[in-house]
């Protein structure tokens, strides 16, 4: 039987375990600029032990973001940011790939370069909120606009400099984020591409801006060294898709068709429920390695692994709270208990003052 223990070839790199740590929106980088900083590399070097580190959500683009305080991947002092925390993590063993994030329609005008109206596949408002300063508290995302046909070509290039900025900064590799809602789900699901152009209309149509925009980070990392995350039964940030099954088992066909080393799949997010008919055609459509993340625990975990439905488990909020989740869950410890009210913004409070197992309670 495989346990949650062993190590895991994912693509060109060898993973020690098969205990994830998910990519957490924690919106703690330097101001101005979104800029990472020696805290994150602290957080970042104290979960070294995870199989695989995914970075958090970053911004491709100051087009984007969407939340105050999440770092960008697209200015050179972003790329000497996170180059602290690359060196950090690897001095302390570990592995680290990068969050590829544009926001698309969540986001707000106040986020925006010049107070632009962010930009979607169509004009549909999602019913999000967002943080826009410390003191906003939770606003309403803006209505956005279609983006022209014309300007895909510059999306695709805004992933693409970020995926060689990744690179430059010293990552493993890089994860694609077309979750949760945003720019590339927005696209990929029937609720918010009404498009009638080649980037909308089919699922053919529906799917072109996400597989360009893959192809165009293989072409800078290798396929071996790219993951892609989706959510296919989430509604997190407005979603729907009248076909869930067939959109996102489709798109997982395509991904492996390229070779990507991994697929990331958030089963379960905020409310949302998991559900096998959606989940089981995408894990048989995908050759490559199989992540699934949402909600696990110890033994949910290990009994997903067990069943051959997934082939590691990204973990979210335990990894908040236990720096050292593997040695935890191998030795069945006690975990600590994450803290929401220091989930986003603030310090290294919540952030990097979890304590780690005691020598003594180890023997
Ligand atoms: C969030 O900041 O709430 C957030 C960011 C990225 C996600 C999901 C949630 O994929």
Redesign the pocket.
Known sequence: MTTLHESLTVGAITLPNRVLMA?L?RARSAQPGDIPQAINATHYAQRASAGLIIAE?SQISPQGKG?AF?PGIYSAEQVEGWRLVTDAVHEAGGRIFLQL?HVGRVSHVDLQPNGADPVAPSAIRSPAQTIISATSGRVDVSMPRALETDEIPGIVEQYRSAAQNAKDAGFDGVEI?G??G?LLDQFSRTGTNKRTDAYGGSLENRLRLPLEVADAVVGVWGADRVGYRISPTGD?NGMSDDNPAQTFSTLATALSDRGLAYLHVVEE?RGSTRDEAILDPIREAFKGVYIANGGYTAATAQERISSGKADAIAFGALFIANPDLPERLRLGADLNEPDPSTF?GGDEKGYNDYPFLEAASRA
């Open positions: 990519p929106t959500a939340y999440t994030w984020h979750a949760n945003y997190f997010f986003y």
